[in-house]
T-cell receptor, first 111, second 111 residues
């Protein structure tokens, strides 16, 4: 069955450093992969989408890579700020309507 | 403003009682979804609908029912058959399974 793995342990980093979050998937070949941010008690908010033929995508301080050979995506936040503290979810998507999310990685950025 | 409205924000259910969570969207999206999130856990797909009058079971549909009589509305009923319904419920919508837009969620507690 399809499986999505994200770092289950929280990631603690110092303000100004780069945070790197990992998303691994098995047993399917997504056409694209999405990253979302979720704050406590709120609905997730879309951040970035990267397609299978794209190696890297950037948006302001965010960068996403997508390696279909390794079946992995890396999500980077550069010059991290305390306001970046949240849970980040990945969603490798095969196309079609059914979208499954990883369990998410909790990020804490200390001032 | 366009978006997804879920109501109520907080709901209490007695044993053996059915309850219905409302979800309305004015984004003109064809697809709508219901996810369940338990504390500290990821999102699990309950049901999704691609078009009006059609819906499919997700990974944890047992004990839940939905309807899709209008494009804008996708209510979720938590039936008495759902033995552990206490959770955070998220409604979402998308265009053809692409970027998913979430509501603010509804908290359901069994009393």
């Amino acid at each position: 069955s399809q499986k999505i793995e994200q770092n289950s342990e929280a990631l603690n980093i110092q303000e100004g450093k780069t945070a790197t979050l990992t998303c691994n998937y098995t047993n399917y070949s997504p056409a694209y992969l999405q990253w979302y941010r979720q704050d406590p008690g709120r609905g997730p908010v879309f951040l970035l989408l990267i397609r299978e033929n794209e190696k890297e995508k950037r948006k302001e301080r965010l960068k996403v890579t997508f390696d279909t050979t390794l079946k992995q995506s890396l999500f980077h936040i550069t010059a991290s700020q305390p306001a970046d503290s949240a849970t980040y979810l990945c969603a490798p998507t095969s196309g079609g309507f059914k979208t499954i999310f990883g369990a998410g990685t909790r990020l804490f950025v200390k001032a | 403003d366009g978006g997804i409205t879920q109501s109520p924000k907080y709901l209490f259910r007695k044993e053996g009682q059915n309850v219905t969570l409302s979800c309305e969207q004015n984004l003109n999206h064809d697809a709508m979804y219901w996810y369940r999130q338990d504390p500290g856990q990821g999102l699990r797909l309950i049901y999704y609908s691609q078009i009006v009058n059609d819906f499919q079971k997700g990974d944890i549909a047992e004990g839940y029912s939905v309807s899709r009589e209008k494009k804008e509305s996708f209510p979720l009923t938590v039936t008495s058959a759902q033995k552990n319904p206490t959770a955070f419920y998220l409604c979402a919508s998308s265009i053809a399974g692409n970027t998913i837009y979430f509501g603010e969620g509804s908290w359901l507690t069994v009393v």
